[in-house]
């Protein structure tokens, strides 16, 4: 609870100006305040969902009157409707947008919960039991919390049965069923329609960016894996190209700044296509997605020939850095276990392998809107 | 088939030009033609991925011969691996990207099988029979290509019973379940969750723009529509948002610029957010989607404050746009009737309805890259 010190109307009425006990200050719009007013004929009771259309605000919105409230509430009365709403001044403080700091980040900035990270992971990986997260209580809240925020966690004491993946992804959300299935299987086979379904190493890599929308989580569990090799390799991405642009901004500005493509056909009633920049920004900067993946990028046909060079090398730069064994993390997959990874930004692959026993991993994808509002949810409990 | 009158090396073996028999002409780098060279040890014979990395490719590529075979195909001999691959014209035709519109492009270009529109639609809405369509012939085709083209299409002789809109989305994709189900209800409700549960008017929007990724296509079926009103209403935003470009182009620029922010917190154990812009446009300038809801828009947070008043001028407009006669197509759908939209594209909503009768309507969501899939995989047959 952060109470509120004082507040006033700024000039020509255009909105007010509130200062909290703690000294800060933020100044809001009259047609800003009165779009969000928390009053029945605005937001639904109940639901919360907004009324009115952002043109039923009249033009000529303004403060006739702010004060705070003796129950700390902020008093707010609008022209021309001469209408009164009391907004909370917790909910204020939460929300306001008066904050010099959005228009000086950094391309390539991130929400405050992510973590970015380099092999130091290896010995802390997140790892929860199957049969506790089960419980739906504090153990699923950290892992979840641990995937928001490391983009990858393991959970071990699954079932070794087949299918049983997606028993994982029920936990906080919803399977993205795809062409290849609910979920799918990830071992070598004769013809395979994908270079996943052999023996063959796989390069850290973000699964379907031939996809849109891409399968924002991906799941892979071990059924059994006595071969020698097949261990799992991970990489932050979010790190990555922040590494990239510190050592070469320039090239950072070139993968962000054109749009890659990618395109799968492996199979003869597939052909998935998409065009995206391996380095997705949103309009402010904010890093929103890594697509990365060797074996279906390209042709790349929406690179102006002039830059194609420097883009190349921005490229094979990014290439180099992701194999570092500086950020990669390591482990083996047991029967039994799992690791989940966000696809939007955390690399995955696999060292080669062959020779006797064998390897049988299931996949499985999901997405992180659903892993977060359950995230959310149990935070209202636990965080 | 586009023959090549010649090919020559470019100056320091950097890359070669191409001389179509049309007289055009297109230059590629080494390095791009290396990492797209269709041999069996660069692209894996079946499913066509590639099977090196890109820093397998060596750092001083260059073209050591380039001809043009007697079979038509352009043979280059790569430094200083000296590998020899030939490439067929017409791939290097369709793929060339020394193309000078490709740094001249307008914000909000699209991609060219999209067709923009407003009213004059409404009796020319693309339609088609489901017992056509299921048969898997060229009624998908033209009706998928025409959801691609148009971002709109109605389906008609559905069965008239509960779930059959999932039959629907079996023809070209997947389901896309979320906290509504795999498929949902869309009918006055006590207690709504949703206000789309209600008999209010709803005005044209995008649905769940608070999820993230967002729900690519959006289905509606009929089951009953017995009441006074209820009409559906279409608008495709991307013409929208064209007008608007065309009104007040710094407005375009504001909505296109900063990001909004959606929530959802409808249900005690679900609490969705997500932060996009309403106009996304790709690096290249390309229009990606649109956002555009005004139940489920803010707290917007992420403007800054000195922008807020014109965001909200530029959300006004758009809002008033959306609205305009001309650009809105309206049909009641029937039992046994409904339409599919692209949810990143196509605004839908409804007039409000009352009195005697009911209206039951089921929706359910899929994505657009298995729909183009498959538009692609019948366009090899149909096109």
């Known amino acids: 609870m952060l109470s509120v010190d004082s507040v006033q109307s700024l000039k020509r009425d255009e909105g007010i100006e509130v200062v909290w006990e703690n000294e800060s200050r933020a100044r809001f719009h009259a047609v ?5 007013a928390p009053d029945k004929d605005t937001l639904a009771p109940g639901n919360g969902q907004r009324l009115i259309r952002v043109q039923d605000i009249p033009a000529d919105v303004r403060i006739e009157a702010v004060s705070r409230k003796d129950d700390g509430k902020i008093s707010v009365t609008f022209g021309p409707e001469n209408k009164t709403v009391a907004f909370d001044a917790d909910w204020l403080w939460a929300n306001r947008y008066d904050r010099p700091e959005l228009a000086s980040r ?17 010995p802390e990986l997140p790892v929860e039991s199957f049969e506790k997260a089960r419980e739906q209580g504090v153990e699923l809240y950290r892992w979840l919390r641990d995937v928001d925020r490391y983009g990858v966690a393991k959970m071990v004491d699954m079932p070794v049965e087949s299918g049983a993946i997606c028993q994982v992804v029920d936990l906080f959300g919803f399977v993205r069923e795809t062409n290849y299935g609910r979920y799918f299987e990830v071992r070598t086979e004769v013809n395979p329609v994908n270079l996943a379904y052999t023996g063959l190493g796989l390069q850290v890599h973000t699964d379907n960016p031939y996809r849109d929308p891409v399968p924002t989580l991906q799941l892979l569990s071990c059924l059994d894996n006595s071969v020698e090799g097949g261990d799992s390799v991970v990489v932050d991405a979010f790190k990555a190209v922040e590494v990239l642009r510190e050592e070469a901004p320039q090239k950072f500005d070139l993968l962000a700044g054109y749009p890659a493509c990618y395109t799968y056909a492996g199979a003869a009633d597939v052909y998935l296509a998409s ?3 391996m380095i997705e920004l949103g309009p402010d900067g904010e890093l929103k997605a890594v697509r990365f ?3 279906s990028i390209g042709p790349l046909t929406e690179i102006p020939f002039d830059k194609m060079a420097a883009y190349y090398d921005a490229y094979r730069h990014l290439a180099e850095i992701v194999e570092r064994a500086e950020l990669q993390v390591t482990f083996k997959l047991k029967p039994g276990e799992l690791f989940i990874v966000d696809n939007t930004r955390v690399l995955h692959g696999r060292v080669a392998y062959e020779g006797s026993g064998s390897r049988w991993l299931q996949g499985c994808y999901a997405d992180t809107d659903s892993l977060r509002s359950k995230l959310a949810t149990l935070h209202q409990e636990w965080g």
Do not use: C
């Open 275 to 277: 065009k995206r920049p």
């Open 106 to 122: 950094a391309p390539g900035w991130t929400r405050k919960e992510v973590v970015r990270w380099g092999s130091e992971l290896e």
């Open 32 to 36: 800003w305040l009165r779009d969000h």
């Open 293 to 295: 993946n060797n074996r």
